[in-house]
């Protein structure tokens, strides 16, 4: 049995960790694999794939469907494959995905014609299975993987932007920004005195930083010991909405960019502050944080009452939203009066279920079930 998977994302983002860690697992059950990759996508090369893994560059839907394997095999989308793909039948041939994204509010149907579809979380199987989707019945969680990440000494100010190049504007930009990069600034992190709040994420739609911080801005002005670090980067609008949203913390805001190594990042914090729930279908920069000792502030809600652990990894607040913030002022208060801050990495059982070998072990019984059902056919 073959697997092969289809991520044709040209951004680099979690769901691209997860497929990496994918192809790891497979490594380590002696499955050989391939993946389908956007031609543009050149990060691939610079994380951890192992070398059972055939990196098969595609540029199409039909590209695909004209290069997949006879015999054995499961194609494994992450999100809905395509429907190119999926029209290209053949025995012995399962076609399945991987659901990054809650379906909550989403098209139910997206997932049409998948023998079986898996959930990234507890929540995101949830709308699943609502949606009346043939769900596996176990979250598959991610790993928090820092193994690919380059050790880099030192923080330094980096673009706030990450253009979408299909946009006539952002294209532009795209060409000008670096042309100006050299005659800009480029200051050394420094950490400030006080509690440092951080959001280290890319500052996409899904997260909601600009609706959470419409509310939570205000709410900071009253701790002026309370300083915020950006470390992530987006598209315009997502970046100017969220400028105008923190206007009232002034200079205690700094943006630094996208980072090459988080865990340089993470070190210099207090907590990482999360996004506002219902979109986010898992949130592996939580994971990260609490791997690398960094609590976690985020709302107490699915899918963060799955990956925090209450006062032990990090702290859960009431969604701003229905208290314009007061009960995160509460926990501000609580949290600032603390002799010591929580240390997430001491809590072993709760990290284990978000392990590489945790994550192998529900892969196999995927493969298991699979193999089962490759028989019974043959039967």
């Not at 009346?132 to 176990?138: D, L, N, S």
């Not at 950006?230 to 205690?252: H, K, M, Q």
């Amino acid at each position: 049995m073959r697997v092969c998977q289809v991520n044709l994302q040209g951004h680099f983002g979690g769901g691209e960790v997860y497929t990496a860690v994918v192809c790891r697992a497979l490594d380590r059950l002696g499955v050989e694999s391939c993946l389908f990759a956007h031609p543009r996508a050149r990060y691939w090369e610079q994380m951890v794939i192992p070398e059972s893994t055939r990196i098969i560059r595609a540029d199409s839907p039909e590209g695909i469907a004209a290069r997949l394997p006879g015999g054995k095999a499961i194609i494994l989308g992450h999100g809905p494959l395509p429907r190119a793909v999926l029209d290209a039948r053949a025995q012995g041939r399962r076609h399945m995905a991987i659901a990054h994204m809650p379906l909550q509010g989403r098209d139910p149907r997206s997932f049409d014609g998948h023998e079986r579809v898996f959930a990234v979380s507890g929540w995101v199987l949830e709308g699943l299975l609502a949606a009346g989707v043939p769900a596996w019945p176990e979250p598959l969680y991610g790993v928090a993987d820092l193994s690919w990440r380059p050790s880099v000494t030192e923080t330094r100010k980096r673009s706030r932007y990450d253009w979408d190049r299909r946009k006539l504007r952002d294209r532009l930009a795209g060409w000008v920004e670096p042309l100006l990069a050299p005659f800009l600034p480029r200051p050394l992190f420094a950490r400030r005195t006080g509690l440092s709040l951080g959001v280290v994420s890319r500052l996409t739609p899904i997260k909601q930083f600009p609706h959470l911080f419409a509310i939570l801005a205000p709410v900071l002005t009253r701790f002026p010991g309370v300083h915020l670090e950006i470390f992530g980067s987006g598209g315009y609008r997502s970046v100017r909405d969220l400028e105008r949203a923190l206007a009232p913390l002034g200079e205690r805001v700094r943006f630094w960019g996208e980072q090459p190594d988080v865990r340089a990042v993470y070190a210099h914090l207090d907590y990482l502050l999360a996004g506002l729930p219902e979109k986010e279908a898992l949130g592996l920069n939580v994971i990260e944080a609490q791997f690398c000792d960094l609590p976690v502030l985020a709302v107490g809600a699915p899918p963060f009452t799955e990956t925090v652990s209450e006062g032990i990894t990090g702290f859960l607040y009431r969604d701003p939203r229905e208290d314009r913030g007061a009960d995160f002022a509460r926990l501000i208060e609580r949290v600032l009066a603390m002799p010591d801050r929580l240390h997430p990495a001491r809590a072993e059982e709760h990290l284990e279920r978000f392990s590489f070998d945790a994550f192998t072990e529900r892969i196999r019984r995927v493969l298991d079930a699979a193999q089962r059902e490759f028989d019974a056919e043959a039967a």
